[in-house]
């Protein structure tokens, strides 16, 4: 498969490279989730980190609605993020053959 180790070390490094190129790309996107009607809104960036929320103000009185769309709008965001994340890695590995 490979005549030399020379070979393989440039496979090795574009596959590195790629790898680079793939972590910029996911962490330039964002992902936006909305839960109880619009009530709760996240925004994540591809890392899974949080950088926007936006709360209903008529949530501000429930304390356990409030937990429990903000919990289930994480936790769909955070599995958006890891469904990009598979698909572009899956994409990427595609590209080797």
């Known amino acids: 498969m490979f005549s030399n180790l020379g070979d393989m070390g440039k496979m090795l490094e574009g596959m590195q490279e790629n790898a680079a190129k793939l972590q910029k790309e996911l962490e330039s996107k964002t992902f936006s989730v909305k ?3 619009g009530m709760i809104e996240v925004t994540v960036n ?3 980190e949080v950088i926007d929320l936006s709360i209903d103000d008529e949530l501000l009185s429930d304390k356990d609605a409030l937990q429990i769309l903000l919990i289930g709008a994480i ?8 469904q990009n994340q598979q ?6 590995l595609g590209g080797l053959k």
């Open 35 to 37: 839960s109880g009607g």
């Open 87 to 92: 698909s572009s890695a899956m994409s990427m």
């Open 46 to 48: 591809g890392k899974g």
């Open 75 to 82: 936790n769909d965001a955070n599995k958006m993020v890891q």
